[in-house]
């Protein structure tokens, strides 16, 4: 996808450094694109709420439309109309819209704030920094949600991933969300796959099909989610008894909300999520988005989000700050999903193999459901 005039123009913008934006007239409004729930919600109180007050005339609205970036970025550009300022997303969709020329590229060191332990922005982030136009925020995982009070199991916990698929020991209604990702990983690991093979054999026909298979032994027993906050309510309200969703929604559910809920920490999926520029903005517009990102990605800002949930700060300097929950008092640390006691057996996941991949299992996963 080629890139447009006005992309080149702001690219240039970027490319002159920090200086550059610091003195050229921003926006005074936003539109952030994130998740919705208490991720956002964590983003609000952290970020926006201090830039806010820092910025006085400024304002900005959220969307909720984080897991329809890639497409609903795709569509905007074919139209010449990007109403998006800064989005957050997955750093697998980071790295397609990179490719596609949809996110800008950025040079780190010249436009990010420098760590508060006078580090380089790309050597405090290391390796997180996965594309070039990607800019981590957290690290989190997809893991399993259970509810303590099913009578039905007669006093047994899942605590093995299989246990997702185990329906005799633990009947009852599952969660899962309604892509392909981390459901086929978590599916051939329960099919004997050992970890070290799963990419290559969901690489294959074969392999694709094994994990279809799997699946299909619980699909009558999915209620498939879209939104992060889905499965705490299912979970809430007793609809599902098991069910996938991002770790840090279920410590909101668990130790803010108290309910009936625990952690299955076993394969828990590490991820990223980051920030993207997109492609086309105005000088103006481009401004104002760039000086946000620049506060919100500061080694205080990541740090004051594990205040409000539970991911681990992208950011090496952020580590040492992450401290009490803003309102339980409680030590975040434990609860985090690097927390060695959490970390027993982790999947990592392949952030290039989706980018490469994603759009045809996509189409596949989307043809099963339907049959």
Same mark, same amino acid.
């Given at each position: %996808?080629?890139?447009?005039?006005? &992309?080149?123009?702001?690219?240039?913008?970027?490319?002159?450094?920090?200086?550059?934006?610091?003195?050229?007239?921003?926006?005074?409004?936003?539109?952030?694109?994130?998740?919705?729930?208490?991720?956002?919600?964590?983003?609000?109180?952290?970020? &926006?709420?201090?830039?806010?007050?820092?910025?006085?005339?400024?304002?900005?609205?959220?969307?909720?439309?984080?897991?329809?970036?890639?497409?609903?970025?795709?569509?905007?550009?074919?139209?010449?109309?990007?109403?998006? $300022?800064?989005?957050?997303?997955?750093?697998? $969709?980071?790295?397609?819209?990179?490719?596609?020329?949809?996110?800008?590229?950025?040079?780190?060191?010249?436009?990010?704030?420098?760590?508060?332990?006078?580090?380089?922005?790309?050597? $405090?982030?290391?390796?997180?920094?996965?594309?070039?136009?990607?800019?981590?925020?957290?690290?989190?995982?997809?893991?399993?949600?259970?509810?303590?009070?099913?009578?039905?199991?007669?006093?047994?916990?899942?605590?093995?991933?299989?246990?997702?698929?185990?329906?005799?020991?633990?009947?009852?209604?599952?969660?899962?969300?309604?892509?392909?990702?981390?459901?086929?990983?978590?599916?051939?690991?329960?099919?004997?796959?050992?970890?070290?093979?799963?990419?290559?054999?969901?690489?294959?026909?074969?392999?694709?099909? %094994?994990?279809?298979?799997?699946?299909?032994?619980?699909?009558?027993?999915?209620?498939?989610?879209?939104?992060?906050?889905?499965?705490?309510?299912?979970?809430?309200?007793?609809?599902?008894?098991?069910?996938?969703?991002?770790?840090?929604?279920?410590?909101?559910?668990?130790?803010?909300?108290?309910?009936?809920?625990?952690? %299955?920490?076993?394969?828990?999926?590490?991820? &990223?999520?980051?920030?993207?520029?997109?492609?086309?903005?105005?000088?103006?517009?481009?401004?104002?988005?760039?000086?946000?990102?620049?506060?919100?990605?500061?080694? +205080?800002?990541?740090?004051? +989000?594990?205040?409000?949930?539970?991911?681990?700060?992208?950011?090496?300097?952020?580590?040492? &700050?992450?401290?009490?929950?803003?309102?339980?008092?409680?030590?975040?640390? +434990?609860?985090?999903?690097?927390?060695?006691?959490?970390?027993?057996?982790?999947?990592?996941?392949?952030?290039?193999?989706?980018?490469?991949?994603?759009?045809?299992?996509?189409?596949?996963?989307?043809?099963?459901?339907?049959?």
């Amino acid at each position: %996808m080629k890139l447009t005039k006005t &992309l080149m123009a702001t690219s240039a913008l970027t490319l002159a450094g920090a200086s550059a934006f610091a003195e050229a007239h921003m926006a005074d409004s936003m539109t952030l694109v994130s998740w919705g729930g208490a991720y956002q919600n964590s983003q609000n109180e952290a970020y &926006l709420k201090p830039y806010l007050e820092m910025n006085p005339g400024v304002t900005a609205v959220w969307d909720e439309s984080s897991n329809e970036a890639v497409a609903k970025l795709r569509a905007m550009n074919e139209a010449g109309n990007v109403t998006w $300022d800064v989005v957050d997303v997955v750093a697998a $969709d980071a790295i397609r819209l990179c490719d596609e020329g949809l996110a800008m590229e950025i040079d780190h060191d010249e436009l990010l704030a420098p760590g508060d332990d006078g580090s380089d922005p790309t050597d $405090d982030f290391g390796d997180l920094l996965v594309s070039d136009c990607f800019i981590p925020q957290i690290v989190y995982s997809t893991t399993f949600g259970y509810r303590t009070d099913v009578e039905a199991w007669n006093g047994a916990t899942p605590d093995d991933i299989c246990d997702v698929f185990d329906l005799e020991t633990f009947p009852g209604q599952r969660s899962l969300e309604r892509r392909p990702i981390n459901n086929m990983e978590w599916a051939l690991l329960c099919s004997g796959v050992p970890k070290a093979d799963v990419y290559d054999v969901l690489e294959t026909e074969e392999g694709q099909d %094994m994990a279809f298979a799997k699946l299909e032994t619980i699909k009558d027993n999915v209620v498939w989610w879209s939104a992060g906050a889905d499965t705490p309510q299912l979970l809430a309200d007793g609809e599902v008894v098991i069910g996938s969703t991002y770790n840090g929604r279920l410590f909101s559910l668990i130790e803010e909300q108290d309910q009936p809920v625990a952690m %299955m920490w076993d394969a828990q999926v590490f991820d &990223l999520d980051g920030w993207i520029i997109p492609a086309g903005l105005s000088d103006e517009r481009l401004a104002r988005a760039l000086d946000f990102v620049r506060f919100a990605t500061d080694t +205080q800002r990541l740090a004051d +989000q594990a205040k409000y949930i539970a991911y681990g700060p992208a950011r090496q300097s952020s580590a040492p &700050l992450v401290g009490e929950h803003a309102t339980l008092g409680i030590d975040m640390g +434990q609860h985090m999903p690097t927390d060695p006691d959490n970390a027993k057996n982790t999947f990592v996941y392949n952030y290039e193999w989706w980018a490469d991949y994603r759009d045809d299992l996509d189409s596949k996963f989307q043809s099963w459901l339907a049959q």
